[in-house]
């Protein structure tokens, strides 16, 4: 079955330092999605990423992220200078379409980023 | 503010029991209401309610969603041991790529 494939599974960082995130999304997917969730919290959505662009972003996704599809499988999300409140898990999503289609999200196995 | 409030956040019972997980849901232009399963780290996708009164079910697990009073149900029948996770309720909203979570209700599933 197609899944959602993060890397690396725990990253270590000292705190200043810039981090990247990486994500292979479902080959077919279009719509790509990164989350995070700090330890005891709710879920929250960073960003969507669709046609090369990003179609939405919430307030947590200031000007320290970035998002990008460096080529056609990867999908990749960079924090510039971390802070300790970045430490978290990370979860990268994918859809096939978009979310007017009713079809579901699937999500990776999640980044649990420690900025010490 | 957009909001998803599950109860109760802890739950711990027997196997052979019978669970439900309330979700209930304050978005503007809500469109659909889905339930995930948490077991170590990635949600894994359980289902999805678009239309009020329609009962989805999936083996053991069966989910229903009332639109008019904003809530939706998970009932779990003849829990196992591998139930045991965090059910996470998530709305979306029309215009919005975004899923809004709940805080989750954490099962767990005792012998």
């Known amino acids: 079955e197609p899944e959602v494939t993060q890397t690396p599974s725990h990253q270590v960082t000292q705190m200043g330092q810039e981090v990247i995130l990486r994500c292979v999304p479902i080959?077919?997917?279009?719509?790509f999605y990164w989350y995070r969730q700090i330890l005891g919290q709710k879920v929250e959505f960073l960003v969507s990423?669709?046609?090369?662009?990003?179609?939405?972003k919430s307030e947590i996704f200031d000007d320290q992220f970035s998002v990008e599809r460096p080529d056609g499988s990867n999908f990749t999300l960079k924090i510039r200078s971390t802070k300790l409140e970045d430490s978290a898990m990370y979860f990268c999503?994918?859809?096939?379409?978009?979310?007017?289609?009713?079809?579901?999200?699937?999500f990776g196995q999640g980044t649990r980023l420690t900025v010490v | 503010e957009d909001k998803v409030v599950q109860s109760p956040l802890s739950l711990v019972v027997h196997e052979g029991d019978t669970v439900t997980l309330n979700c209930s849901y304050e978005?503007?232009?809500?469109?659909?209401l889905l339930w995930y399963k948490q077991e170590k780290k990635a949600p894994t996708f359980l289902f999805m309610l678009?239309?009020?009164?329609i009962e989805k079910k999936s083996g053991r697990l069966s989910s229903i969603l009332d639109k008019k009073e904003l809530f939706s149900i998970l009932n779990i029948t003849a829990t196992q041991t591998g139930d045991s996770a965090i059910y996470l309720c998530?709305?979306?909203?029309?215009?919005?790529?975004?899923?809004?979570f709940g805080k989750g209700t954490k099962l767990t599933v005792n012998p």
């Open positions: 999503a994918s859809r096939l379409r978009g979310v007017e289609t009713n079809t579901e999200a699937f």
């Open positions: 080959s077919n997917h279009l719509y």
């Open positions: 990423f669709y046609n090369n662009e990003i179609s939405e």
């Open positions: 978005v503007t232009n809500f469109r659909s």
């Open positions: 678009t239309s009020s009164g």
């Open positions: 998530a709305a979306t909203q029309g215009g919005s790529e975004k899923l809004v």
